[in-house]
């Protein structure tokens, strides 16, 4: 846990996963950053028009995950398709989803992300409100150790196809690059 | 303008400068992100600690700028040093300011970035004092055209040395990598 805010620090474009009712959701979320270290809190911009908002509101908890570059499509899709539009979104996706429970919450994570933070939203009503900003506490965190093991990334030693993406518009999204490491000063 | 979102779309980490009285300083921060689209907003996190935060908090106006792979070693030492701890901390870093006029304000602009946004702070007392979380409205912006044109970074075509950075943690950064363009579902 000391570590999961290393799992945003890189600015991932990441999905955001919320349930309900017996209600599941996913779409994907560009604008979505570290805030704190300890414990680790997390910020993610959710629009007011999206169903995994209400799910969020509803049950005052979220994950995000850092989607990799074989999931560009899925990622693509989870985010230009509302569950407001086609109920059969996340099968239309493709995107397979696995429930676990954590501090009495059943949360969904999305299979074959590189990591997942378990959010708990810490309510702050003037920004969801104005600047549709949410807040959240990481309450859980795990991440494929393929790519991402003693609290770093290993992109440049595992398959590309793990490599986390970074949305700019329009589909076209890059994929993280090569590692670069400076002395310190 | 309609565009400026895109400058930090893909999460880069930034340079943050800012200027009051005289004094002028840059820090580095991972931890900033799009908050909107029109107008264009950011988000930033400023550490009670920085002086750069009391600048920004004195002038009401920072710039988050997109430093460049070549940048590395400036933008790590930017982020260790303290200007509390060393009144030459930019000339030791060979950080080289321009200082440009935008709505009454003179800000200093990092030679050598990408990209570079200036930001007039909108007030937010709760953010900044619980989460040292800056919100601030984009007024001005500008790229390296050889990087970024017509609303799209080109990574993929512009010299390497001017790729993006997203730093993890104890001088690594990973340098943005390979476009990847999906088709709209």
Request: charged share 20%.
């Amino acid at each position: 846990m000391d570590k999961a805010y290393r799992l945003l620090n890189h600015g991932p474009t990441v999905l955001v996963s919320a349930a309900h009712g017996g209600v599941r959701n996913v779409m994907a979320a560009a604008w979505s950053c570290a805030l704190d270290f300890k414990p680790p809190k997390v910020t993610v911009v959710l629009d007011k028009a999206t169903r995994t908002r209400e799910l969020v509101e509803a049950s005052g908890v979220f994950v995000l995950q850092v989607p990799t570059a074989q999931q560009a499509a899925l990622t693509h899709q989870l985010g230009n398709r509302s569950l407001h539009d086609d109920p059969e979104k996340l099968a239309h996706a493709g995107a397979r989803l696995v429930d676990v429970r954590v501090a009495d919450a059943s949360v969904p994570l999305v299979e074959g992300c590189a990591a997942w933070l378990v959010c708990r939203v810490l309510p702050e009503p003037r920004n969801e409100q104005v600047y549709d900003l949410f807040i959240g506490e990481v309450i859980a965190a795990w991440a494929d150790a393929r790519v991402f093991s003693n609290g770093h990334w290993h992109f440049e030693s595992a398959p590309p196809a793990l490599r986390s993406l970074h949305y700019i518009a329009g589909g076209q999204f890059y994929a993280i690059g090569e590692s670069i490491v400076v002395q310190n000063a």
